[in-house]
C-alpha cells in the first residue's frame, strides 16, 4: 500500500474512486496490479484528478483549442467560398494548423517593447491560466467533478469574472496607447455584459434552488433552456459578449487597433493571449450545458460507465461552441456604443424577466 504521507492518502482510497469503465475494466485491474504504474493510473483515474487532467479539464482543453481554431476558421472560409486551412496535413483538410500555428509561436523570438512594463508584461498571459483552470474542477460531468460544494456556481462565475480584469492588466503592462484603446473597451464590454450574465445565472439558481451543480444537473429532468429560455438567451448573449464573437468582437476589432490588448505580444506569449477568448468560450460553453442543457444527462451507455456522462455533456458543449463559431460568419462587428446600448437596455431588462421567471417557477416547486 503506497502512502502520501502528510496528506493522509492511500492507493486504496484512489482506487475506491475511480472513474468506472467497465468496457477496459480488466485492462485496468491489470494496470492496478503493477507497482509503480498501477499507481499513476489510479491517481490519473481518481475522480477529481480526471475532471482536473481529462475532462472537462486540461487534455480536452487542450484538444478542443485545436479543433475549433480550426474549425472556425474552416466553417468562415467555406462561407466566403474559400477552402481555409489546407496545406497541414493536406489529406485531413488541415486538421491539424492551431498545432503548427502553436509550435510556430513558440520558436519565435517574444519581443518585450522598451516602454513596456516587463514583469507584468510576460507575468499576466500567464496567471490567466489561473481563472481559466480553477472553474474546471467545480463543473461536474455525471459523477466526475472535482470539488463539490454548495456554492459551485456562484464561486465558478466569480472565477470565470476575473479573467477580464487579467485582460485589463494585461493591457496596462504593454503600456502602448492601441492596447489601451483595446483596454478601454474590454473593460466597457465586461461591466455592460457581466450584470445580465450574472442575473441569468441567479435566475437558474432560483429555479433549481440551490448552486451546487450536480444538484442542477440532478433536477433536469425538463432541460433548463425550456424552463426559463429566456434566461438561456441572455446567457448566450452575454457569452458572445464574453468571449469577443462577432457580433461583439470590439476589444480586439483588428481592422482598427490590430488586436486590442494584446497588440504588443509576439511568439509564444501572442500563442497564449490569442487563446485566451477559445478558453473562456469552453468553460462558458461547460456552464451552459450545465444550466440549461441538462449537463451529463443523457440515455446510458453501460459499458463506458461514468465516460457516458462525459460523451454526452462533450457533445452538448462542442454544439454550444459550434454556434458560437458560426456567428463570426455570418454577423458584421457592431459599435461600442451599439453593443452598449443593447446591454444596459434590452439585455438588461430581459435579464431581469428571466429572474421573474425563476421566482416564480421557484414559487411554484416546478422543479
Given at each position: 500500500m503506497v502512502d502520501l504521507g502528510l496528506l493522509g492518502l492511500t492507493m486504496q482510497h484512489f482506487i475506491d474512486n475511480m472513474v468506472s469503465i467497465p468496457l477496459i475494466q480488466p485492462l485496468i485491474d491489470y494496470l492496478l496490479g503493477i507497482p509503480v504504474i498501477g499507481f499513476v493510473v489510479a491517481i490519473i483515474l481518481w475522480r477529481p484528478m480526471?475532471?482536473?487532467?481529462?475532462?472537462?479539464?486540461l487534455a480536452t482543453l487542450m484538444t478542443v483549442l485545436l479543433f475549433i481554431i480550426w474549425f472556425e476558421r474552416?466553417?468562415?472560409a467555406r462561407i466566403q467560398w474559400r477552402r481555409g486551412p489546407l496545406e497541414v496535413l493536406r489529406w485531413a483538410e488541415?486538421?491539424?494548423q492551431a498545432l503548427a500555428d502553436g509550435l510556430r509561436y513558440f520558436f519565435q523570438e517574444v519581443i518585450v517593447h522598451r516602454d513596456a512594463h516587463r514583469p507584468y508584461f510576460l507575468q499576466f498571459p500567464i496567471l490567466i491560466f489561473i481563472p481559466v483552470l480553477l472553474p474546471l474542477l467545480f463543473i461536474p460531468v455525471g459523477n466526475i467533478v472535482g470539488i463539490r460544494t454548495p456554492y459551485a456556481l456562484p464561486i465558478t462565475v466569480a472565477i470565470v469574472s476575473l479573467i477580464p480584469v487579467f485582460i485589463v492588466a494585461i493591457g496596462w503592462a504593454s503600456n502602448s496607447r492601441f492596447a489601451y484603446i483595446g483596454t478601454v473597451r474590454e473593460a466597457f464590454m465586461y461591466f455592460a455584459y457581466e450584470i445580465p450574465f450574472i442575473l441569468a445565472v441567479v435566475s437558474m439558481i432560483l429555479v433549481y434552488g440551490t448552486a451546487d451543480m450536480v444538484t442542477i444537473v440532478e433536477k433536469q429532468s425538463i432541460p433548463g433552456i425550456i424552463l426559463n429560455p429566456i434566461a438561456a438567451l441572455v446567457?448566450?448573449?452575454s457569452t458572445v459578449m464574453a468571449t469577443s464573437r462577432l457580433p461583439f468582437e470590439i476589444p480586439e476589432a483588428d481592422q482598427e487597433i490590430a488586436f486590442g490588448p494584446f497588440v504588443e505580444y509576439s511568439g509564444i506569449m501572442f500563442g497564449l493571449v490569442m487563446t485566451i477568448a477559445y478558453e473562456k468560450m469552453y468553460i462558458l460553453s461547460l456552464l451552459m450545458s450545465v444550466l440549461f442543457l441538462g449537463g451529463g444527462n443523457g440515455p446510458t451507455i453501460p459499458l463506458l460507465g461514468?465516460?457516458?456522462a462525459?460523451?454526452?455533456m462533450f457533445i452538448k458543449t462542442m454544439v454550444v461552441m459550434v454556434a458560437l463559431s458560426f456567428l463570426r460568419s455570418i454577423?458584421?462587428?457592431?459599435?461600442l456604443d451599439q453593443a452598449l446600448r443593447i446591454s444596459w437596455t434590452a439585455m438588461l431588462q430581459i435579464s431581469l424577466l428571466a429572474v421573474a421567471i425563476g421566482v416564480v417557477l421557484n414559487l411554484a416547486n416546478v422543479v
Amino acid at each position: 500500500m503506497v502512502d502520501l504521507g502528510l496528506l493522509g492518502l492511500t492507493m486504496q482510497h484512489f482506487i475506491d474512486n475511480m472513474v468506472s469503465i467497465p468496457l477496459i475494466q480488466p485492462l485496468i485491474d491489470y494496470l492496478l496490479g503493477i507497482p509503480v504504474i498501477g499507481f499513476v493510473v489510479a491517481i490519473i483515474l481518481w475522480r477529481p484528478m480526471f475532471a482536473l487532467l481529462i475532462f472537462p479539464g486540461l487534455a480536452t482543453l487542450m484538444t478542443v483549442l485545436l479543433f475549433i481554431i480550426w474549425f472556425e476558421r474552416k466553417l468562415t472560409a467555406r462561407i466566403q467560398w474559400r477552402r481555409g486551412p489546407l496545406e497541414v496535413l493536406r489529406w485531413a483538410e488541415g486538421i491539424i494548423q492551431a498545432l503548427a500555428d502553436g509550435l510556430r509561436y513558440f520558436f519565435q523570438e517574444v519581443i518585450v517593447h522598451r516602454d513596456a512594463h516587463r514583469p507584468y508584461f510576460l507575468q499576466f498571459p500567464i496567471l490567466i491560466f489561473i481563472p481559466v483552470l480553477l472553474p474546471l474542477l467545480f463543473i461536474p460531468v455525471g459523477n466526475i467533478v472535482g470539488i463539490r460544494t454548495p456554492y459551485a456556481l456562484p464561486i465558478t462565475v466569480a472565477i470565470v469574472s476575473l479573467i477580464p480584469v487579467f485582460i485589463v492588466a494585461i493591457g496596462w503592462a504593454s503600456n502602448s496607447r492601441f492596447a489601451y484603446i483595446g483596454t478601454v473597451r474590454e473593460a466597457f464590454m465586461y461591466f455592460a455584459y457581466e450584470i445580465p450574465f450574472i442575473l441569468a445565472v441567479v435566475s437558474m439558481i432560483l429555479v433549481y434552488g440551490t448552486a451546487d451543480m450536480v444538484t442542477i444537473v440532478e433536477k433536469q429532468s425538463i432541460p433548463g433552456i425550456i424552463l426559463n429560455p429566456i434566461a438561456a438567451l441572455v446567457f448566450f448573449i452575454s457569452t458572445v459578449m464574453a468571449t469577443s464573437r462577432l457580433p461583439f468582437e470590439i476589444p480586439e476589432a483588428d481592422q482598427e487597433i490590430a488586436f486590442g490588448p494584446f497588440v504588443e505580444y509576439s511568439g509564444i506569449m501572442f500563442g497564449l493571449v490569442m487563446t485566451i477568448a477559445y478558453e473562456k468560450m469552453y468553460i462558458l460553453s461547460l456552464l451552459m450545458s450545465v444550466l440549461f442543457l441538462g449537463g451529463g444527462n443523457g440515455p446510458t451507455i453501460p459499458l463506458l460507465g461514468d465516460l457516458s456522462a462525459v460523451i454526452w455533456m462533450f457533445i452538448k458543449t462542442m454544439v454550444v461552441m459550434v454556434a458560437l463559431s458560426f456567428l463570426r460568419s455570418i454577423y458584421a462587428r457592431i459599435r461600442l456604443d451599439q453593443a452598449l446600448r443593447i446591454s444596459w437596455t434590452a439585455m438588461l431588462q430581459i435579464s431581469l424577466l428571466a429572474v421573474a421567471i425563476g421566482v416564480v417557477l421557484n414559487l411554484a416547486n416546478v422543479v
